[in-house]
């Protein structure tokens, strides 16, 4: 569930993002997602699985997977039309060439995923909500 091309890494964030969905077409075809999506066409087997998402993508030259933020809390497929469709940090994508390609669709909605921040002011004994957007969204 790591971020690297090569699935050698061992940072995770399962206790924040950790999603699968499997191929309604093929059972033997499944997405995890996690920092990134996986791909493994052989049930699960171990060692198996490719990138086929990766959150630095192609935008910092690492060729490894298309770019697609980072933070996968889900996979679905639509019965109507047969794209795989994910939601992260960064908004939503889906793929209909079983991940060779994304397309991020939130542009122009108006959505925003809400971090919150407390500061006390120690001074005047004060408390003040910093209300803020992640990632501009």
């Not at 569930?1 to 309604?24: E, F, I």
């Not at 990766?54 to 980072?70: D, K, R």
């Not at 991940?99 to 921040?117: F, H, N, V, Y």
């Amino acid at each position: 569930m790591d971020y690297s091309c090569d699935g050698s890494g061992t940072s995770s964030q399962a206790w924040y993002d950790l999603c699968m969905a499997v191929d309604p077409t093929n059972a033997n075809i499944i997405y995890t997602g996690g920092i990134c999506i996986w791909k493994n066409s052989s049930a699960g087997a171990t060692g198996s699985w490719t990138p086929v998402a990766n959150w630095i993508g192609q935008t910092f030259g690492t060729s490894c997977a298309p770019s697609v933020h980072a933070d996968i809390h889900t996979l679905a497929w639509s019965p109507l039309n047969g794209k795989l469709y994910t939601g992260c940090d960064g908004g939503f994508y889906y793929t209909s060439n079983g991940g060779t390609s994304w397309t991020q669709i939130s542009s122009g909605l108006a959505i925003a995923q809400c971090i919150r921040s407390v500061r006390v002011l120690q001074s005047c004994h004060l408390h003040q909500r910093l209300p803020g957007q992640r990632d501009g969204i």
